[in-house]
Structure formats: structure tokens, C-alpha cells
């Protein structure tokens, strides 16, 4: 019965749709509810034979969804990615030549990406990549704050280190080796 309510685009579904939608005796449908209203599961709702999800059914789905590690399922899509493809979708043609790519590159060498208001001029952020234990790239170590913020303060370089040390140590929790120590990044040119 709960499967009945992941293929209905309505919240609200009575018996006799139900059975349709599950190949099933309206008699037998109309006896569901009963017990799956009692663990909360579902919820009974006017007019008389309809019901709806009740939030018991979050005591079921809650425990998978808080250990749903996003970055394990979206690897098999990601690594599918052929470079060639990353490459065109990033160029729009333009090739090795435009200034997105030696940003990219500069980013790569220098193991740190600065945003410095260029998404928007309020914004400040750094981010620095997550090996795993065979030296692949899973994520990254984000840190964003309001730009005006972080000139105040004027701690632009210490912010990259903090993040680039939070994303050498990360490693270890994943099984692999502590990065070693780098160098602390040198500023990125700015893509205009």
C-alpha cells in the first residue's frame, strides 16, 4: 500500500485507488490502513476511505537518509564523465586558451580555489579538494563568509591555510595517508 503513494503524484489517494494502482481487491486494500494508521505509517483522511503518508513512515526512511552518503552514490556517475566531455561543456569552444582554463589550472597547482566576489560581490569563499586513500578526488573543504567580512579582518591567507590543512587531514578519516603539508597557496588570478 505505502508503494501506492511513490506512484501517485497525489498526496491524497482513497481505496479503490489504491487497489488499482497496486492490482489488488478493494477489500483487501480497505483493510490496510487499519494497521499501518496504528504505527503511524499512514494517516486517515476525509473523505471516509482515503488516507495519506503519516509521519511514522519518517521512522523508517529517517535512519537510511541520515547515512546516505551522496558522495559514494554519485561516483560511478561522476567518473562516467569522459575528460573530453568536461573539457567541451567548459570551454563552450574557446580551447586551452581561455582565461577559465588558466584559472583551472592555476587552481590545480595551487590546490586552492578563491572565490573573491566573482559569483557575486558580497561573497568570499575557499575551497580546497579531498582525497581518498587511493589519491582520487571525493570532495572538497569549503569555507564562504561575507566578502566584507573577511577584508576587515584581513585573514584571506589564513582562511586558505585553514581550509587546505582541513583538507589534508580529512584523508585520514577516509582510510588513506595524511596529505603532506603544502605550501600556503599563492593568491589566483581572478577570471573577469
Not at 488499482?20 to 473523505?47: C, K, N
Not at 566531455?85 to 583551472?104: C, I, K, M, Q, Y
Request: hydrophobic share 40%; charged share 20%; aromatic share 4%.
Amino acid at each position: 500500500m505505502l508503494e501506492a503513494f511513490s506512484t501517485s503524484d497525489r498526496p491524497l489517494l482513497g481505496n479503490i485507488e489504491i487497489a488499482s494502482i497496486m492490482s489488488l481487491h478493494r477489500g483487501m486494500v480497505s483493510r490496510m490502513p487499519t494497521g499501518l494508521s496504528e504505527a503511524g505509517y499512514v494517516q486517515r483522511d476525509e473523505p471516509p476511505g482515503h488516507s495519506r503518508l503519516g509521519l511514522g513512515i519518517n521512522t523508517i526512511t529517517g535512519p537510511q537518509l541520515a547515512e546516505l552518503d551522496v558522495r559514494r552514490e554519485a561516483l560511478p556517475h561522476l567518473e562516467e564523465l569522459p575528460a573530453a566531455e568536461v573539457d567541451r561543456l567548459l570551454s563552450s569552444g574557446a580551447g586551452a586558451g581561455d582565461p577559465a582554463f588558466r584559472h583551472l589550472d592555476a587552481v590545480r597547482e595551487s590546490g586552492v580555489a578563491v572565490n573573491d566576489g566573482e559569483t557575486t560581490f558580497e561573497e568570499y569563499g575557499v575551497s580546497a579538494p579531498v582525497h581518498d586513500y587511493r589519491g582520487a578526488v571525493v570532495g572538497c573543504i569549503t569555507v564562504s563568509a561575507p566578502r566584507a567580512r573577511v577584508q576587515y579582518r584581513g585573514n584571506q591567507a589564513e582562511l586558505r591555510e585553514a581550509v587546505q590543512k582541513a583538507a589534508r587531514q580529512t584523508p585520514v578519516r577516509l582510510g588513506g595517508a595524511p596529505a603532506a603539508s603544502v605550501a600556503p597557496a599563492p593568491e589566483v588570478e581572478t577570471v573577469s
